[in-house]
């Protein structure tokens, strides 16, 4: 009898997972639930929940395997489709940016390709669309999936929660103020007045860029300069995007793929520290680091005096050049440069240093103690946020140009600040070391939030007491919780911290980066698709012996469920 796999979500995870699930030698019955009305998409890449122009910053060149590359599908669309997006077809290129709603676009033709493959390699694949998944009840060594609007039961021998991104499905939580840019399509009714949008990164980005081109067009000059016009009843429109260090991303740069290996700073030379404990892990991994830059780019390394400092005071001199120029001056200089040297495929060192190091430090993270972690958390997470998350060129000429237009200003809010939207009739009111600013309309664009165990939307789950709270150990040897839902390597929930539930995987990444504060984007996506995929399969090919022998705890509410 075929075993029967459920996957809530279709997103990149579940577009992944399935890929490897395919592979396997056994036939499986494959189900999968997904909760907007196109499958194979995800959030952040679906039509109306995503403004065209808001664009990826993910190039075809770094998407993982597919069946076909990004390049390669754009290359066979119709001329009708390529001008809707502005798309020159000459122009196609492995290393260019798309907008997110292309992306989603491509993701359906290969969600497709993978069901057919699949279903010719005799797995029977369902993909049930506008059916959300209301709970999850485990049942004997099985469980039970409850979906759609009749509250329908299947039993599966697996499940894989890939839910991704969560974000309010009405984001406006009072008059003028939204919790979320997305669905793109609730800023449609807001007013251009005044508009204040929280974050500078590439979600803030998204979110100035759909109010923009509601009130007005970006057009090019026949020298390439990039100009922007507000319409004709408009004229009140300006936007204002404030962040603690009031600072732009920088663009896009140049760098080898894929990524060359490290000389200091290895995965086995973290392996091997994180294996001597906890105590001292963080600085000792930035210790890594420095090195790594130093031998990687001396020049930089001397000129922030990287030897005289620490974890605590890496960050400000990090920023600290950038932080000391206008942000639309530094932005305008940094994209030139970054132009320069994608024309002459030259890499800048350091930079590239920290981002090809930033995953192998990720892996430690979680093996820090509690003080640590909120050292980490404080400054030090922050520089490999900045370095790996830069911004299409294009994002950063628009921005470019709202401020020679006079429609956008960057406020720095400084370590205290208030944002509150009582006592006004919309919007909100902002409070900080500068002064007080008051907007029309207000959008926090922070991007995604960590979500806690308890935010899991399955009660059979929490009730059989199989979803904990993931906990950190102090100096002391206590544990203190750290928010997200504790799972192992294979992203199996942990009862008690210690025994993860067979069959069930929960790569869903709201709720794993306490723990894993890079794990974001469509790599690491393939990442963890791959990595639940492979484990269901191996879990398929152990011996049957082994599986009767499995150890079964008993819940009184759930009945019995099958543990490693």
């Known amino acids: 009898m075929r075993k029967r796999v459920a996957i809530v979500g279709s997103g990149p995870t579940a577009l992944y997972a399935l890929q490897d699930l395919t592979k396997s030698k056994s036939s499986l019955a494959i189900v999968i639930f997904e909760d907007s009305a196109i499958a194979g998409k995800g959030t952040p890449y679906q039509r109306g929940i995503n403004d065209p122009a808001m664009l990826s910053n993910i190039p075809s060149i770094e998407i993982p395997d597919l069946p076909e590359t990004l390049v390669a599908w754009l290359a066979e669309q119709s001329e009708e489709y390529l001008s809707e997006f502005e798309i020159e077809r000459i122009g196609i290129s492995d290393r260019a940016f798309y907008p997110r709603v292309v992306i989603g676009d491509y993701f359906r033709a290969q969600f497709e390709r993978i069901v057919a493959k699949g279903e010719q390699a005799n797995h029977t694949i369902c993909v049930c669309e506008r059916s959300q998944v209301a709970d999850i009840a485990p049942s004997g060594n099985r469980f039970v999936v409850k979906y759609g609007e009749e509250a329908s039961l299947e039993l599966f021998d697996y499940v894989i929660v890939a839910t991704g991104h969560s974000f309010p499905s009405a984001p406006e939580t009072s008059p003028g103020y939204f919790a979320a ?35 007005g067009r970006f057009d090019r000059n026949a020298d390439g300069c990039l100009n922007y016009q507000v319409q004709d009843g408009h004229e009140g429109f300006e936007v204002s995007m404030m962040s603690r260090k009031g600072l732009l991303p920088e663009a896009d740069f140049f760098f080898p793929i894929p990524y060359e290996d490290p000389l200091i700073c290895t995965t086995q030379a973290v392996a091997a520290r994180m294996a001597l404990g906890s105590s001292g892990l963080l600085d000792d991994v930035f210790d890594l680091l420095r090195q790594e830059l130093l031998v990687a780019d001396p020049e930089y390394a001397q000129f922030i005096g990287l030897n005289e400092l620490t974890v605590d005071t890496f960050a400000a001199a990090y920023y600290g050049v950038r932080d ?36 192998i430090i990720e892996t430690a993270v979680s093996y820090f103690t509690a003080e640590d972690l909120e050292r980490f958390n404080r400054s030090f997470k922050s520089i490999f946020a900045d370095d790996y998350a830069t911004v299409p060129h294009l ?81 002391r040897g206590n544990l203190r919780r750290t928010g997200g839902i504790d799972v192992d390597e294979q992203c199996r929930p942990l009862i008690a911290g210690i025994k993860p539930v067979r069959r069930l995987h929960i790569p869903a990444v709201s709720y794993l980066l306490h723990k894993r504060p890079f794990v974001q984007g469509i790599t690491s996506a393939a990442e963890l698709g791959q990595i639940v995929a492979r484990s269901v399969i191996a879990d398929l090919m152990r011996p049957a012996r082994s599986r009767r022998a499995a150890t079964a705890t008993k819940s009184p509410k759930a009945g019995a469920i099958e543990l490693v």
């Open 181 to 215: 840019p997305w669905p793109a399509t609730a800023l449609q009714s807001i007013p251009s007045g005044k508009i204040g949008v929280l974050g500078t990164s590439l979600s803030a980005i998204d979110a100035v860029m759909t109010v923009a081109t509601m009130f």
């Open 324 to 359: 000391s120029f206008d942000p639309f001056e530094w932005a305008a200089s940094n994209l030139d440069e970054a132009k320069r040297n994608y024309a002459a495929k030259r890499t800048v060192a350091w930079r590239y240093a920290i981002l090809i190091i930033h995953e």
């Open 395 to 475: 994002s950063i000429e628009r921005l470019i140009a709202l401020r020679k237009a006079n429609r956008l200003n960057i406020i720095k809010l400084g370590d205290r600040s208030e944002i509150s939207s009582d006592n006004v009739e919309r919007g909100a009111i902002v409070t900080f070391e500068d002064g007080t600013l008051q907007f029309d309309t207000f959008i926090d664009a922070t991007g995604q939030k960590t979500l806690s165990a308890d935010d899991l939307p399955f009660p059979s789950l929490h009730d059989a007491g199989l979803i904990s709270q993931a906990r950190t150990v102090t100096p």
